[in-house]
């Protein structure tokens, strides 16, 4: 593995699917809505969760 979990996520590479992302999560939580993201094994989609879950404390 190149990197541990650990890694805070303003130290990752945030590519423009990223801030998608993280806005759209950033939406859900405004709406008190649900949402489902999907993609391959390893894409990255737990990144913009942690980064999102990082502004929030």
């Known amino acids: 593995m190149p990197f541990?979990?650990?890694l805070a996520p303003g130290a990752l590479h945030r590519p423009?699917?990223?801030d998608q992302a993280?806005?759209?999560i950033?939406?859900?939580i405004a709406e008190r809505s649900?949402?489902?993201g999907t993609s391959?094994?390893?894409a990255g989609?737990?990144?913009p969760v942690r980064t999102r879950l990082d502004?929030?404390?």
Do not use: M
Request: charged share 30%.
């Open 4 to 6: 541990g979990r650990d």
């Open 40 to 42: 391959e094994v390893g």
């Open 26 to 28: 950033s939406w859900c």
């Open 16 to 18: 423009d699917p990223h």
């Open 55 to 57: 502004t929030l404390r």
């Open 22 to 24: 993280v806005a759209r």
């Open 45 to 47: 989609k737990t990144v």
């Open 34 to 36: 649900i949402g489902a």
